[in-house]
């Protein structure tokens, strides 16, 4: 556990914050094996309510002999393994085996299909599957076709055609591995995690082991933890928001990691009552998720645990922010950060939140806003955000794992080009605009799409809303909203005329939505972010003249 500082403005904390991490940092050495063996460090509930404590003794002898029986049949710094366990306990131990030797944890979302199998293990040159037994008949029909891949590890069911089942290894394994010289540390690579694709086939982003310590400033400071607290972050185990928010800061921080390992279909009064139930203290989740509880009567659950709550993955819409503030009495504080980084941007609990606000750089994170010649933008004009990388970043990712062509088309001129517009106010918060490509020129007028989609959210008719730019000879595009009903409402032109009468009213009437589309649901990427990519392609088919 960390020390933690007390800070009482983000003036402050710029100031005194300053993050450093040693050159032999190994997160399973110097973090977990440091802990009390005897402390809470995990908490699982499945699908059926059971709920389990693990102390950090469980994950210190498990992680040491996994790694101990990998390295005996074979495995070796540098391999490159896929992970699909869901939200599995078994998630933990193996991503902490896998930093002790050295070998590349690849996590992976449950709903890759067989051909997505196929590809990211051919891309990335996997040689080694970990899944649990729901997963092995789609890695089966892969193999075929994925002649580097060697080793299949199975958990739960019966192992057989060339599987090895996870408990058989972990009673070959000694329960100690004693750190040495070959021990990967500080710049090596660490973990690969696929982007999610929202603008391209996903690209394979490295972090090295120091991208784990940069991870104390999400659980210490921005989900603000202490020792006795037990933290929620709602998110699968195959993207890198999991480890954000169930893994290195939290542990760092002392926390306890509460774990929901839910299958099908999300029923927001179920996710309500397991806060309640296990009296969570803090809690992540994404919009959408926020958008969804909002919806439910609050006051049927004992949320008096409950004491910090962040968000963070797309804007949050200022009606879920009020909604959740007049329900509970607690702000919600948002983030951002991308697949390639940890927190860059973030309001702390010694900030004001301004209501779609991302917050304020945070130490360590040199950002300024470009244009696109590179240079500054002034204050109010929005621009990219852009993290100055002369010096090294903890926390950055180091590339796109074996396309150094593409690596350079975002790292250049000592600038990481996120790729991300944003606006700064009068008083330093940034206020995010989407990626580059989905911004709106419409009569001359550049229009970021969240704002028009947080104001048809606060709509009571609306649950989700997609907007972006159709192709128009006169406006150059046209403000397009496509939209997903709430359970009672209708589509007709009545409701088209009120929803566009509702976003004049709340935002500039230049940006309301000249076309409205009613669709049963949006598409989305497998980690749970709208493709306004494909709304936009399938746009230009649908209106080509």
């Avoid at 403000?479 to 032109?493: D, F, I, N, Q």
């Amino acid at each position: 556990m960390y020390s933690k500082e007390e800070y009482q403005s983000y003036e402050d904390l710029a100031a005194r914050y300053k993050p450093e991490c040693p050159d032999t940092f190994n997160f399973a050495y110097d973090v977990l094996d440091h802990m009390d063996p005897a402390k809470t460090a995990l908490i699982h509930v499945d699908d059926d309510y059971h709920r389990r404590e693990f102390d950090f003794a469980f994950f210190q002898q498990a992680s040491c002999r996994l790694a101990n029986a990998l390295l005996a049949r074979g495995a070796k710094k540098g391999d490159r393994v896929m992970l699909v366990l869901y939200r599995r306990l078994e998630y933990w131990t193996v991503m902490l085996a896998l930093h002790r030797i050295g070998a590349i944890p690849i996590p992976s979302p449950s709903l890759l299909t067989r051909k997505d199998i196929t590809e990211r293990v051919n891309y990335a040159g996997i040689s080694a599957i970990i899944c649990e037994d729901s997963i092995r008949e789609r890695v089966d029909r892969a193999r075929p076709d994925c002649p580097g891949l060697k080793h299949l590890v199975q958990v739960e069911g019966e192992p057989s055609d060339g599987w090895v089942g996870y408990d058989t290894l972990l009673a070959e394994g000694a329960p100690e591995l004693p750190r040495s010289a070959d021990t990967p540390c500080g710049n090596d690579p660490m973990v690969i995690f696929f982007s999610s694709g929202t603008t391209g086939l996903p690209k394979m982003v490295v972090h090295n082991h120091k991208y784990a310590y940069s991870h104390y400033t999400t659980g210490a400071l921005w989900h603000d933890l202490e020792p006795d607290d037990v933290h929620l972050t709602v998110s699968d185990t195959g993207w890198g928001k999991s480890v954000w928010g169930k893994f290195y800061g939290q542990w760092m921080a002392g926390a306890a990691i509460f774990v929901w390992d839910f299958r099908g279909k999300f029923v927001p009064a179920h996710l309500l009552q397991v806060v309640a139930d296990n009296k969570v203290t803090t809690f992540c989740a994404p919009p959408t998720i926020y958008r969804f509880l909002v919806r439910e009567d609050l006051s049927k659950y004992d949320l008096s645990a409950l004491r910090h709550c962040t968000t963070a993955g797309e804007l949050l819409n200022d009606s879920v922010f009020h909604d959740w503030k007049k329900a509970t009495g607690m702000p919600i504080y948002e983030g951002y950060g991308q697949t390639e980084t940890t927190l860059q941007v973030a309001t702390f609990k010694f900030m004001e939140p301004k209501p779609g606000s991302i917050g304020k750089p945070v130490p360590g994170w040199n950002i300024q806003l470009m244009d696109e010649e590179g240079r500054k933008v002034p204050q109010g004009e929005e621009g990219e955000i852009c993290i100055r990388i002369d010096k090294p970043v903890i926390g950055l990712f180091d590339a796109y794992m074996d396309e150094p062509e593409k690596t350079a088309s975002v790292k250049f001129d000592g600038w990481y080009h996120t790729g991300d517009k944003a606006w700064a106010d009068e008083d330093g918060y940034l206020w995010f605009m989407g990626r580059t490509d989905d911004l709106i020129k419409s009569s001359g007028y550049r229009i970021g799409p969240f704002e028009v989609e947080s104001a048809l959210v606060a709509h009571d008719a609306v649950i989700e809303a997609a907007v972006t730019g159709l192709p128009d000879d006169v406006r150059g595009q046209l403000v397009k909203a496509t939209v997903v009903l709430a359970p009672g409402y209708e589509p007709s032109e009545e409701l088209t005329k009120a929803l566009q009468a509702f976003v004049r009213e709340v935002t500039a009437p230049y940006k309301y939505p000249r076309v409205i589309e009613y669709v049963d649901e949006l598409p989305k990427t497998i980690s749970g972010k709208i493709k306004r990519k494909e709304i936009r392609e399938a746009d230009l088919k649908k209106y080509a003249k």
